[in-house]
């Protein structure tokens, strides 16, 4: 059974940082992308970042502005998301997605979703 788990929210204050964590299990792509998103109360859910499975290949949001890094360890079927100087508009639940293919920033072509873990930054 294809599953992915995230872990490592929290509440965190401004400034400060965390490390999310999805654990892939039961995936049987051969060429697939993992990806971040996260949705805010009464807002759509947004792409944060992919990256390749099977390479290095990243892609951010704008609104990372360098803040955020994607990483993945690929012998514990780990995908990592680093966050640095959050603010409070970081505030939302963090997804972890899978899709075939190539990269993609419309949560509607990942096939994959975890339960998400929920992010509040305090001001």
């Known amino acids: 059974q294809e599953q992915l788990v995230e872990s490592g929210g929290g509440l965190v204050q401004a400034g400060g940082s965390l490390r999310l964590s999805c654990v892939a299990s039961g995936l049987t792509f051969s060429s697939y992308v993992m990806g971040w998103f996260r949705q805010a109360p009464g807002k759509e859910r947004e792409f944060v970042a992919a990256i390749y499975w099977s390479g290095s290949s990243t892609l951010y949001a704008d609104f990372v502005k360098g803040r955020f890094t994607i990483s993945k360890e690929n012998a514990k079927n780990t995908l990592y998301l680093q966050m640095n100087s959050l603010e409070p508009e970081d505030t939302a639940i963090y997804y972890c997605?899978?899709?075939?293919?190539?990269?993609?920033?419309?949560?509607?072509?990942?096939?994959?979703w975890g339960q998400g873990t929920q992010l509040t930054v305090s001001s």
């Open positions: 997605a899978c899709r075939r293919g190539y990269h993609n920033t419309d949560p509607h072509q990942y096939d994959i």
